[in-house]
């Protein structure tokens, strides 16, 4: 069996003293010191699932949810959808997410697109759950939240580690700080978007939906939308489409002050 290099150099070490319990003390340090440096350094995700990337296809699973069991990718179907997760039921800045959510949701039917929550906890405490939220802020949650005490769907994402096991409910808010993920998808199961939250910052679904605005209207026509573009503003001609194709497309021409940018009204 070979042994790392780190874990050989402090053995070595150790094996130079000459055997007082405090030389020996000192390179058993070392040896857990190195030990610790090479998971770090050479596992950085030690038996886990990277985090997911835009254009990766968001990961199929099963799984129990406030409205009955689903596997995701055929509760998709033809649709965009946007999973949106929490570190835990009854946390404060989470219940405001989730009656927002539930206040704008025919914003997203109007949009074709699913909302689905995740929570690292049971079914039985999400109901708990909808009930203080409905109460709070005047909507319950009207699409269905994951159930995730297992930590399955939130180790498949990369939000957890994968060594995460035990009890969910012995676990803190803090425990589970890194699941606070927005992941737009659609229709071909591809991640469009993902925005990451640290607990004390309550997540902007109105820019939601203004992304998912952007990101239908891309799909549609080869463009993309400047900074801070809301719909029915003007556009830009995707690089990828050149100068005598955007002529066919755009007969009236088009704004350049720069070549590299050709502005032009948003496509109907």
């Known amino acids: 069996m070979s042994i790392p290099v780190g874990s050989a150099v402090a053995l070595t070490f150790a094996l130079h003293f000459d055997g007082s319990v405090k030389e020996i003390a000192a390179a058993f340090a070392m040896l857990t010191f190195a030990r610790a440096f090479e998971r770090n350094l050479l596992q950085p995700n030690r038996g886990g699932k990277e985090s997911m990337k835009i254009g990766d296809t968001a990961p199929d699973f099963e799984a129990e949810t406030s409205q009955g069991r689903i596997r995701f990718h055929d509760w998709i179907g033809d649709s965009w959808v946007i999973l949106f997760s929490h570190p835990k039921d009854f946390t404060p800045v989470c219940t405001t997410e989730l009656g927002y959510m539930a206040k704008i949701k025919p914003e997203f039917d109007r949009r074709n697109v699913k909302i689905i929550g995740l929570s690292v906890d049971s079914t039985g405490d999400h109901q708990g759950w909808a009930k203080d939220i409905e109460e709070t802020q005047g909507h319950a949650p009207n699409y269905p939240i994951i159930a995730d005490a297992d930590f399955k769907v939130s180790k498949l994402y990369g939000m957890l580690p994968a060594d995460v096991a035990g009890d969910a409910k012995k676990r803190t808010p803090g425990d589970n700080a890194t699941v606070r993920n927005v992941y737009v998808i659609g229709p071909d199961k591809k991640i469009k978007l993902i925005l990451v939250y640290p607990m004390t910052t309550g997540r902007n679904f109105d820019e939601v939906v203004r992304v998912i605005d952007s990101l239908q ?12 573009w809301k719909p029915g503003e003007d556009v830009i001609i995707a690089g990828s489409v050149s100068d005598d194709e955007a002529k066919r ?11 590299y940018i050709r502005i032009v009204p948003q496509p109907q």
Do not use: E, I, M
Request: hydrophobic fraction near 25%.
């Open 217 to 228: 209207l891309t799909a549609k026509y080869q463009v993309a939308t400047p900074v801070n």
């Open 249 to 259: 497309r755009y007969p009236k021409g088009w704004k350049s002050p720069k070549p």
